[in-house]
Structures are given as C-alpha cells and as structure tokens.
Nanobody
Framework: QVQLVESGGGLVQAGGSLRLSCAASGRIFSSYAMGWFRQAPGKEREFVAAISRTGGATYYADSVKDRFTISRVNAKNTVYLSMNSLKPEDTAVYYC????????????????WGQGTQVTVSS
C-alpha cells in the first residue's frame, strides 16, 4: 500500500495559477500510476488527471485540458498538478490518488487516496 499527502492548495484569483504536490510513502513510488480528483460542494468526486508509472502517458478531463498539467518525479516520490488560468468552477477539494494504471484511474479505480487539499478560486 501507499500513503499519500497533498499540499499546495490555497486561495487564488481567477486567471491565476497554483501547483499542487502529492508525496507518497510506503512502497516504491514508480510502482503506481497516479492521478488527481476533485470534489466541489454538492457535487460528486470527479476525475481530473492521471499519469502512467513512467510518466509517458497522461490523461485529462475535458474541463481542465489545456489548463492543467500532471507530472511526476519518481526519484522524489512526488506527483504534481500544475493549474493555470484557474476559474471559479475549479474550486474544490483536490485529492491525490494511486492506482494500477493511468487508464484505470481515469475510470475511477483507485487503490489509495490522499486526505485532500482545498483550492478556492475567487472571481
């Protein structure tokens, strides 16, 4: 199993940028595909982005495509979500996730979750 801890959330104005980090521990980080989900008040948790074990493949929700970038540095056991051109509708709790493949994470199959970090985008 792997334990995940997110950081980097906060308050940002619309149009601004923010980078989230997720630090993993418990096993070899490169054994896991990684992803990000988010959950806004009154809404279901939704897929945001996923990255393969090597970082060679990435997937994005249509709502964040061309604005968000997922990346990883396996030597640091860390996955990142760089968010640009933020919109108020991006406001949510963002959760880091680990799974067997980027594709399975995209489909909602997750082995481990982080505790979440709040991102608030003001208008």
């Amino acid at each position: 199993q792997v334990q995940l801890v997110e950081s980097g959330g906060g308050l940002v104005q619309a149009g601004g940028s923010l980078r989230l980090s997720c630090a993993a521990s418990g096993r070899i980080f490169s054994s896991y595909a990684m992803g990000w989900f988010r959950q806004a008040p009154g809404k279901e948790r939704e897929f945001v982005a996923a990255i393969s074990r090597t970082g060679g493949a990435t997937y994005y929700a249509d709502s964040v495509k061309d604005r968000f970038t997922i990346s990883r540095v396996n030597a640091k056991n860390t996955v990142y979500l760089s968010m640009n051109s933020l919109k108020p509708e991006d406001t949510a709790v963002y959760y880091c996730a680990a799974g067997s493949s980027a594709w399975s994470i995209r489909d909602g199959t997750v082995d481990s979750w982080g505790q979440g970090t709040q991102v608030t985008v003001s208008s």
